[in-house]
């Protein structure tokens, strides 16, 4: 789930740049 994002996968954090339920994506 990468639209935007820095992240590889957040899941449904496609809305947000970070992920909260990764503190390691950032």
């Known amino acids: 789930s ?3 994002l820095k ?3 957040d899941g ?3 809305l947000s740049s970070i ?3 990764s ?3 950032t």
């Open 19 to 21: 992920n909260p339920l």
């Open 12 to 14: 449904p954090n496609e």
């Open 7 to 9: 992240i590889d996968d």
């Open 2 to 4: 990468n639209k935007h």
């Open 23 to 25: 503190p390691s994506s």
